[in-house]
C-alpha cells in the first residue's frame, strides 16, 4: 500500500511561512490534496488538486508537487492557523491514502 | 448550505452493530461520491468506505465483509451498517462528500463509536 510521511510537527512564528512536507514514492504523478483540523472539529479541505484552493481558503494557504514530496505551504502565518494538517492521495477506488499528519504550532 | 449531520455512534460490545446514518442537506447525495473516514481520538484519519454515484461500493482491508455503506437517495441520508464490531473500530466516524473520486470536499461533525465490554 502506499505511504504518505510527513513530519510529526512544525513550529512557526506569527507572520512567518510555515512548509508542511508530504513525501511519496513518484507523488508529483498523483493528485495531493490537503485538509486542516483544528482541535475537536472536522477536517477542511484547504488544497485540492495539488494547488487549487476552494473557495473560501486564504490566499495565504498553497500547495505544490514535484518528484517525491509534496508541499503546503502557508504564509504569513496566524495564530488561527494552528492545527493538525494531513496529505492524501487517491489511489484507486479502493485506496485512499492520508498521512500521518503534521501538528502546526504557531510560537 | 451544504451540511452533514452523523448519527448513530455510541458504546457497543465486542461482536454488536451499530448503524450509522449521515443526513445530508444542501445538495443531492445521489449525485455525488460519500465515503465514511475514521479517526480514533488524538491519532489521523483512516478512510474506511465509498459509495459512488453509481452505487459502486469499495472498502478498505480493514472492514471489508463487515462494515456495509449505503444511501437512501428519498431521505438523502448515506449509512455505514458495521457488524462484528472489534476494539479496534473505536473511532470517530466522519462523512464526507466528495465531488471527485479523490478529494473530500465537505464533511460532517462525526460520531464517535466505542466498541468495549
Known amino acids: 500500500s502506499y505511504v504518505l510521511t510527513q513530519p510529526p510537527s512544525v513550529s512557526v512564528a506569527p507572520g512567518k511561512t510555515a512548509r508542511i512536507t508530504c513525501g511519496g514514492k513518484?507523488?508529483?504523478?498523483?493528485?495531493v490534496y490537503w485538509y486542516q483540523q483544528k482541535p475537536g472539529q472536522a477536517p477542511v479541505l484547504v488544497i485540492y488538486f495539488d494547488s487549487d484552493r476552494p473557495a473560501g481558503i486564504p490566499e495565504r494557504f498553497s500547495g505544490s508537487n514535484s518528484g517525491n514530496t509534496a508541499t503546503l505551504t502557508i504564509t504569513r502565518v496566524e495564530a488561527g492557523d494552528e492545527a493538525d494538517y494531513y496529505c492524501?492521495?487517491?489511489?484507486?477506488?479502493?485506496?485512499?491514502?492520508f498521512g500521518n499528519g503534521t501538528k502546526v504550532t504557531v510560537l | 448550505e451544504v451540511h452533514l449531520v452523523e448519527s448513530g455512534g455510541g458504546l457497543v460490545q465486542p461482536g454488536g452493530s451499530l448503524r450509522l446514518s449521515c443526513a445530508a442537506s444542501?445538495?443531492?447525495?445521489?449525485?455525488?461520491?460519500m465515503s465514511w473516514v475514521r479517526q480514533v481520538p488524538g491519532k489521523g484519519l483512516e478512510w474506511v468506505s465509498i459509495i459512488h454515484r453509481g452505487n459502486n461500493t469499495y472498502y478498505a482491508d480493514s472492514v471489508k465483509g463487515h462494515f456495509t455503506i449505503s444511501r437512501d437517495n428519498s431521505k438523502n441520508t448515506l449509512f455505514l451498517q458495521m457488524n462484528s464490531l472489534r476494539a479496534e473500530d473505536s473511532a470517530v466516524y466522519y462523512c464526507?462528500?466528495?465531488?471527485?473520486?479523490?478529494?473530500?470536499?465537505?464533511w460532517g461533525q462525526g460520531t464517535l463509536v466505542t466498541v468495549s465490554s
Open positions: 492524501q492521495v487517491w489511489e484507486s477506488s479502493s485506496d485512499y491514502v
Open positions: 464526507a462528500r466528495a465531488e471527485s473520486p479523490g478529494n473530500f470536499d465537505y
Open positions: 513518484n507523488i508529483a504523478n498523483k493528485s
Open positions: 444542501g445538495f443531492t447525495v445521489s449525485n455525488y461520491y
